[in-house]
């Protein structure tokens, strides 16, 4: 086989690995939503579907394939159509970029191939990427929104609109200051440049802070999800949706909260660096093994923040939204502009007595 | 045929098509949209150009900001199917046709000129349009010129906000 046709097939073969991976992981984290949120508020939870609700999700998206699509008659078929699918694609889009570990070498045809942890690997503008993408995704709910043709929709779209906008300032803002220690916008590079403990959250927690509000209201999870608050706009942007196509926003806004996770673990907490893990298994450079572990331990990781994520979400009450926008353009955004400031100053007087390079 | 001739390719014609239906769309978010569409091609040229940066930051400033706030705006004033567009066609349809015809005449004058080598990317150019290199040009060689230009931007900004909320 030709060299091309090898790295087509190799990339062909990530690309589904990671679509059918996010697939299920944004299943579970609706089981594993329903059951934190049902421990939150004293009931069970799903434990009817399989041994203790484990195929509960399954249930739940075959139900709504067999569920009738309905499209509002005065809608914009074409547009009503789409924005699921944008909503989706993009949320997807992102993965291309995002790295689960370093690589490891396998024989293919007589030569050793390096294979990469990630779809598209050493992208030289990886963070760019993801924040053109994310920036993208409000394009699924607003459009959702008005070819619905129904003002719970319309009001709910531009919410998230204006929230999307207002947020993304101050989270591209807030990881300035960590590729200004970086020195790359590189994923794989940021990742080995925290190895051996010196993760980017003891450095930087202020815009670890930042970054981590400002990826709720980046997710429309609450207590930013003004796009789809319930008492007042039914069910904002998706209140005119019925069957699979909510269920691709649905499954949206959840691999959209395991991207926010999957990139703070990379930028801020050293990515599949772990302390003496490695040195304790000595596995050697490029084996199968070695990538497994990075992969474990990335996963293992992001597992907290996901947590995380769910609990805030059945714990704390939603913004009004003039507090959403003054707490985004008053608070957060001249936060994250000193933290630049002070990011710069720290390191020029460290450049200046040698302590970093 | 190699590769980036035929991503080239698929890119122009969508390209090209996606301009031409923003024009023609009488509806504004489908024109909008269309609009989108096209600056993402753009940004799929400009990386087959090697331009790596410019391509994100053409979707992120682009596609991501201003055309939202576009689409925000159309959406808020529900903008109607081409509100009387239609009343005084006459100079409009001279100036737009005599326009089209010149940049038409431009266009083709410079395509089917062949200059020798015209095709082929300068050596090095897969250095220059990465981030670092661009930092570099723009912080070291083209210092005045950037803090002058963010300093038009701050007084763009100060004038909008005067304009708009005379009471602060």
């Known amino acids: 086989m030709s060299p091309i046709a090898v790295e087509v097939i190799i990339f062909l073969i990530k690309a589904v690995l990671i679509i059918n991976g996010l697939l299920m992981s944004a299943a579970y984290l609706v089981y594993f939503e329903r059951k934190i949120s049902a421990w939150a508020q004293n009931r069970i939870g799903p434990n009817r579907v399989g041994p203790l609700g484990l195929f509960q999700s399954f249930a739940d998206v075959f139900k709504l394939y067999f569920k009738e699509d309905v499209v509002p008659k005065l809608a914009d078929k074409r547009f009503?159509?789409?924005?699921?699918?944008?909503?989706?694609?993009?949320?997807?889009?992102?993965?291309?970029?995002?790295?689960?570990?370093?690589?490891?070498?396998?024989?293919?045809?007589?030569?050793?191939?390096?294979?990469?942890?990630?779809?598209?690997?050493?992208?030289?503008?990886?963070?760019?990427?993801?924040?053109?993408?994310?920036?993208?995704?409000?394009?699924?709910?607003?459009?959702?929104?008005?070819?619905?043709?129904?003002?719970?929709?319309?009001?709910?779209?531009?919410?998230?609109?204006?929230?999307?906008?207002?947020?993304?300032?101050?989270?591209?803002?807030?990881?300035?200051?960590?590729?200004?220690?970086?020195?790359?916008?590189?994923?794989?590079?940021?990742?080995?440049?925290?190895?051996?403990?010196?993760?980017?959250?003891?450095?930087?927690?202020?815009?670890?802070?930042?970054?981590?509000?400002?990826?709720?209201?980046?997710?429309?999870?609450?207590?930013?999800?003004?796009?789809?608050?319930?008492?007042?706009?039914?069910?904002?942007?998706?209140?005119?949706?019925?069957?699979?196509?909510?269920?691709?926003?649905?499954?949206?806004?959840?691999?959209?909260?395991?991207?926010?996770?999957?990139?703070?673990?990379?930028?801020?907490?050293?990515?599949?660096?772990?302390?003496?893990?490695?040195?304790?298994?000595?596995?050697?450079?490029?084996?199968?093994?070695?990538?497994?572990?990075?992969?474990?331990?990335?996963?293992?990781?992001?597992?907290?923040?996901?947590?995380?994520?769910?609990?805030?979400?059945?714990?704390?009450?939603?913004?009004?939204?003039?507090?959403?926008?003054?707490?985004?353009?008053?608070?957060?955004?001249?936060?994250?502009?000193?933290?630049?400031?002070?990011?710069?100053?720290?390191?020029?007087?460290?450049?200046?007595?040698?302590?970093?390079? | 045929m190699s590769v980036t001739v035929l991503l080239f390719g698929i890119l122009a014609v969508v390209a090209v098509a996606s301009g031409i239906s923003t024009v023609m769309s009488r509806n504004p978010v489908a024109s909008a949209m269309s609009l989108v569409l096209h600056f993402f091609t753009l940004a799929g040229i400009y990386l087959t150009l090697q331009a790596q940066f410019i391509a994100a930051v053409q979707v992120l400033v682009y596609a991501g900001a201003i055309m939202v706030l576009v689409v925000f705006m159309i959406m808020l004033l529900n903008v109607g199917r081409e509100e009387q567009m239609r009343e005084n066609p006459g100079y409009r349809t001279i100036i737009g046709t005599a326009l089209g015809v010149m940049l038409a005449f431009q266009v083709g004058k410079t395509a089917f000129t062949d200059v020798a080598g015209r095709h082929v990317l300068p050596p090095g150019s897969a250095v220059t349009g990465t981030t670092e290199a661009l930092g570099e040009t723009l912080f070291k060689m083209y210092l005045f010129p950037f803090e002058a230009v963010s300093l038009l931007l701050l007084v763009a900004v100060v004038g909008a906000v005067i304009l708009a909320k005379r009471k602060i």
């Not at chain 1, 959702?144 to 009001?155: E, P, Q, R, T």
């Not at chain 1, 990881?175 to 970086?182: D, E, G, H, N």
């Not at chain 1, 916008?185 to 202020?206: C, M, R, Y």
């Not at chain 1, 050697?284 to 497994?292: H, I, K, N, R, T």
């Open chain 1, 80 to 357: 009503h159509l789409i924005a699921p699918v944008i909503s989706i694609g993009i949320a997807i889009g992102v993965y291309a970029v995002i790295p689960f570990g370093d690589s490891f070498t396998v024989n293919i045809g007589g030569a050793a191939t390096k294979i990469w942890l990630a779809v598209t690997p050493h992208v030289n503008v990886g963070i760019l990427f993801i924040l053109a993408m994310t920036s993208l995704g409000v394009y699924g709910i607003t459009l959702a929104g008005w070819s619905s043709n129904n003002k719970y929709s319309l009001l709910g779209g531009l919410r998230s609109a204006a929230q999307m906008i207002s947020y993304e300032l101050s989270m591209g803002l807030a990881l300035i200051s960590v590729l200004m220690m970086a020195g790359s916008l590189d994923l794989t590079e940021i990742v080995h440049k925290q190895a051996g403990g010196s993760w980017n959250v003891f450095f930087q927690p202020l815009a670890f802070i930042i970054f981590l509000t400002a990826s709720f209201a980046e997710t429309n999870r609450t207590p930013f999800d003004l796009p789809e608050a319930e008492p007042e706009l039914v069910g904002g942007y998706h209140t005119e949706y019925s069957s699979m196509k909510f269920g691709l926003f649905f499954l949206a806004e959840y691999i959209n909260m395991v991207t926010a996770c999957a990139i703070m673990v990379i930028l801020f907490f050293g990515g599949w660096n772990a302390p003496f893990l490695y040195e304790a298994l000595a596995l050697p450079e490029g084996s199968p093994l070695l990538a497994l572990t990075q992969f474990g331990v990335m996963a293992a990781k992001m597992i907290p923040f996901l947590f995380f994520f769910i609990w805030v979400r059945w714990s704390v009450p939603r913004f009004r939204y003039d507090q959403l926008m003054s707490l985004g353009w008053k608070v957060m955004l001249p936060l994250a502009l000193a933290n630049i400031a002070i990011t710069g100053v720290v390191m020029v007087i460290l450049k200046h007595f040698g302590i970093i390079s």
